[in-house]
Nanobody, 120 residues
Framework: QVQLVESGGGSVQPGGSLRLSCAAS????????MGWYRQAPGKQRELVAR???????NYADSVKGRFTISRDNAKNTMYLQMNSLKPEDTALYYC??????????????WGQGTQVTVSS
């Protein structure tokens, strides 16, 4: 079994910052691409940022220059530093990871989500 647990969400005023974390645990052989997605009420889930097992990253246009994705492979943990937050960033943020398990199977895993609310 593999679990992804997000943390770091909360409420912040516009212009503020938050740092999200996603910790993967369980029967993990290796983790490939990891990513952050978000879903606002009444909207579809969208990609926020993604990072390969190396250093390759890509971002949604709406967050470029404000958000930074990173990962610590030794800790099986991914981060999302969010600066200059805007009300439109308000959403439930999900962690995603493509993982090879110890049984050599490949699965796409999702966390339960962490709420980010940006409001004055």
């Amino acid at each position: 079994q593999v679990q992804l647990v997000e943390s770091g969400g909360g409420s912040v005023q516009p212009g503020g910052s938050l740092r999200l974390s996603c910790a993967a645990s369980g029967s993990i052989f290796s983790i490939y691409v990891m990513g952050w997605y978000r879903q606002a009420p009444g909207k579809q889930r969208e990609l926020v940022a993604r990072i390969s097992s190396g250093v390759s990253t890509n971002y949604a246009d709406s967050v470029k220059g404000r958000f930074t994705i990173s990962r610590d492979n030794a800790k099986n943990t991914m981060y999302l530093q969010m600066n200059s937050l805007k009300p439109e960033d308000t959403a439930l943020y999900y962690c995603n990871a493509f993982i090879k398990t110890m049984t050599r199977d490949f699965f796409d895993y999702w966390g339960q989500g962490t709420q980010v609310t940006v409001s004055s």
